[in-house]
């Protein structure tokens, strides 16, 4: 009787411990490190994290750095190459509609000061990005990376 009470037992845990560990896990977020400001590549990767990733309910950030601080300086207006190219849309424009939909683009705090840019140079709604920032979004819990 002890034996299957204890089989028992251990079946019931395993039936319930995935399902109790699902329902403590929040949305996965997507944490996109955007390093160029070739554009084809950048509009393909704004593209994926908002229509792909914040449109399907994931907490997504795009961290701007290395020479993709210069993807949203409102002085510097560029066209979208490829298939993500809509007739006047700009990276700007797709930045701007991307947090618009609530997701958040971080701009490196020392790309900028490499570049000579500052947050006044930026499109409205671009944060900078200090470490403490940057390491809440990149070391969440679900948080997955992709890079460009």
Known sequence: ?????????????????????????????????????????????????HQKSLKNGH??????NVRAVYLADKKRASHVHGMMADA??????????FMADGGTVIMCSACSAAAGLTKADYIDGVVMGEWPLVEGWLFRDGMQTLSW
Not at 25 to 36: A, H, I, K, Y
């Open 88 to 97: 006047g849309t700009s990276i700007q424009d797709m930045l701007t509609a």
């Open 59 to 64: 907490p997504t950030a795009i961290w701007l």
């Open 1 to 49: 009787m002890r034996m299957l009470l204890t089989k028992l037992m251990l079946a019931l845990s395993l039936l319930i411990a995935p399902a109790m560990a699902a329902a403590d896990d929040g949305p996965r977020g997507l944490f996109v490190n955007l390093t160029t400001d070739d554009t084809w590549s950048a509009g393909k990767a704004i593209m994926f994290a």
